[in-house]
């Protein structure tokens, strides 16, 4: 949305041609939102469930939508982005942890990691609806695609009272014979005798009463083990890694980077931003399946490998231009910034959207997401605000501090991060905090009988 706007004219005209900080405020809004959006997740979606979670940040991105299509100065847009920033973060904080709760075991992988990659399908219609209406003579350009972002925010609403509640967070609040109806209904066709259902139900029930039988100290609990404390680490981490590897100015500044290498006209930086985003979504489709195939940590590591390649490659185009103005130079920073959306999807869009949740128990897993946001939050404001201003006043040699930046990221994933792939959402937790008491493992005889039921299905 942002990307598209920028580009538009009437936009820049209406706002005064932002520049610097001022346009690291207008796309800063959006994080500082997320940030008063975080103390709404858990709240909400651990007590009155994750239907309701998901309805409230639906219906605050309604609100935010309506006042930035409304907006008539400065400050009611960037309002309006706040509004937008609080309700998304509390749709996906609650999002992810619903799909990664209702999934079969055997699609749970896929489901997850295709959560997030619908990032892109709202980018490519925000990018091809600028795209249509820039040529709009008057501030409906901008108008228009700002107040059509709410409308799958309306369809979630709407339909939401439609889907099943987890049934985890059902066992967690007493509720465990509907908990074992939407178990047999969606993942037993209707089988009260299905083993895979049966045995979801008992290592729910097991898992879920054995965390009751220790302390809840809500945030803190988060640091409250050597498990808990990687956990922390691995948070702050893949947030740094998600924000902090040349994505903010592919993500948010496309248009004044293509303006550095000569493509100025509305036409040019719509159509490259319509057209970018349908390969980012292509490409995070494909990528979703791949979690399951070949692991996590797997795609973590190329797919940060590859954003420092592309990096690289931006840097020296980019440098060539500046200094030759060749066109050629400038030809293939574009390339390249095409390029980058994939190579973060790989490891950073929906295989990211699923590590997080399942590294997290129950207990801790709205609360953990929060804190993943907050952080993540955190450094999209500081990027946010540090990227106009180094486009500005140093250019192209902003870039190589996301070169160097990259290799240390790929480092402390190395050392830090475990493969999740292969165990059940409840073993995830032994990769952690080590196998349960005897007295607590009421599952583990039966995970040979789930592993072999998914694989058969």
């Known amino acids: 949305m942002m990307n598209g706007l920028q580009s538009v004219s009437h936009w820049q005209s209406y706002f005064g041609n932002p520049t610097g900080a001022v346009l690291g405020i207008f796309n800063a809004a959006y994080p500082l939102g997320g940030i008063a959006g975080v103390f709404i997740i858990s709240p909400v979606a651990d007590r009155w469930g994750r239907r309701i979670g998901l309805a409230v940040g639906a219906a605050l991105c309604c609100l935010g939508a309506a006042l930035q299509g409304g907006a008539i100065n400065l400050a009611m847009f960037v309002i309006s982005r706040v509004i937008i920033g609080a309700g998304s973060v509390v749709v996906a904080g609650v999002g992810a942890p619903y799909i990664t709760e209702i999934a079969h075991p055997a699609q749970r992988g896929t489901a997850t990691a295709l959560f997030l990659t619908f990032y892109s399908l709202g980018s490519i219609t925000a990018g091809w609806t600028t795209f249509g209406t820039f040529r709009i003579d008057g501030a409906a350009a901008w108008r228009i695609p700002s107040t059509l972002q709410g409308l799958p925010s309306v369809i979630q609403v709407l339909l939401v009272w439609f889907v099943p509640e987890s049934p985890r967070w059902l066992v967690s609040h007493g509720r465990g014979a509907e908990a074992l109806d939407m178990l047999v209904t969606y993942h037993g066709e209707g089988d009260h005798n299905d083993p895979v259902a049966l045995f979801e139900y008992a290592e729910i029930t097991a898992a879920l009463g054995a965390e009751q039988e220790e302390p809840r100290t809500k945030l803190l609990e988060l640091f409250s083990t050597p498990g808990n404390r990687k956990r922390v680490v691995i948070i702050v981490w893949a947030a740094i890694c998600s924000q902090m590897s040349g994505n903010a100015f592919v993500s948010y500044y496309l248009s004044p980077i293509l303006s550095s290498v000569g493509l100025k006209s509305d036409l040019q930086q719509t159509l490259i931003n319509a057209t970018s985003q349908m390969l980012s979504w ?15 940590r797997t795609l973590f590591l190329w797919s940060l490998g590859l954003m420092w390649v592309v990096d690289i490659a931006i840097t020296a185009g980019s440098a060539e231009f500046a200094k030759n103005g060749s066109k050629a130079a400038g030809y293939a ?53 540090a ?4 486009l500005k006043n140093i250019q192209w040699r902003l870039y190589t501090i996301f070169v160097a930046w990259v290799v240390v990221e790929f480092v402390g994933v190395y050392f830090l991060f475990p493969e999740t792939k292969g165990p059940p959402l409840e073993e995830i937790a032994h990769i952690f905090d080590g196998p349960p008491p005897a007295h607590l493992n009421k599952t583990s005889e039966l995970y040979d009988i789930e592993k072999v039921e998914v694989e058969a299905r």
């Open 282 to 296: 292509f490409t995070a489709l494909y990528f979703a399946t791949l979690p399951e195939k070949v692991g996590r």
């Open 333 to 385: 920073v574009v390339v390249f910034l095409y390029l980058f959306s994939p190579a973060y999807n790989l490891g950073f869009n929906g295989n990211l959207g699923l590590y997080i949740p399942e590294i997290l128990p129950y207990r801790l897993r709205t609360v953990g997401l929060s804190f993943f946001y907050f952080v993540q939050f955190c450094f999209m404001i500081l990027s946010n605000f």
């Open 387 to 390: 990227v106009p201003v180094g």
